[in-house]
């Protein structure tokens, strides 16, 4: 890999990135709710119908027309981020900052430290910061997804943690 970092500018996600994404998400054509405390999605992790109302247990989807909706959620987020983030980065740094905008919201990754510290050019700790995001649910019934349960992952959002691992595991692969 290059150690060249790209003006994000001129970055979008790669297909490697959405696919990875896709992965990630699994696929569901009916509403489910993914973890406890967290709410309905279906498709490839969307919490919206196409109308931009919130998708409602009941609801069903084609996986056609939930990767469809999945490359226009990330076509639109690509230009949110660009917004957001000022530093040079590598393009799996963004396939990752661009899966957690897809997972929590680009709002959120906008506000993340995984941004700031980015923008300030401490790329490692951009990476660090992944295994900030490790909780679901609100308070009080906030819930630390990194919780063993008898020495063994809980079985209620374990792969929520997993995944800011891989994040964190991948981020630093690519410094």
């Not at 406890?36 to 609801?59: H, I």
């Not at 990767?67 to 660009?82: C, F, M």
């Not at 957001?84 to 897809?102: I, K, N, R, T």
């Not at 906008?110 to 700031?116: I, N, P, T």
């Amino acid at each position: 890999m290059s150690n060249a970092r790209i003006m994000v500018a001129a970055l979008s996600l790669s297909a490697t990135g959405l696919v990875a994404m896709a992965v990630h998400e699994s696929y569901t054509d009916q509403a489910v709710i993914p973890v406890k405390g967290d709410v309905p999605t279906y498709g490839f992790g969307m919490t919206t119908r196409p109308d931009g109302s919130p998708v409602q247990l009941g609801d069903r989807t084609t996986p056609v027309e939930a990767l469809q909706r999945t490359l226009a959620y990330t076509q639109k987020a690509d230009a949110q981020i660009k917004r957001c983030v000022s530093a040079p980065l590598h393009q799996a740094e963004y396939d990752l900052m661009a899966d957690f905008g897809y997972q929590y919201g680009t709002g959120a990754l906008c506000a993340s430290s995984m941004v700031s510290r980015a923008n300030a050019g401490d790329y490692v700790g951009s990476c660090e910061a992944y295994t900030e995001y490790r909780f679901v649910g609100k308070k009080p019934n906030r819930y630390d997804c990194s919780t063993l349960i008898d020495g063994k992952p809980n079985r209620r959002c374990w792969g929520v943690w997993t995944r800011s691992q891989g994040r964190r595991a991948k981020c630093l692969e690519a410094q």
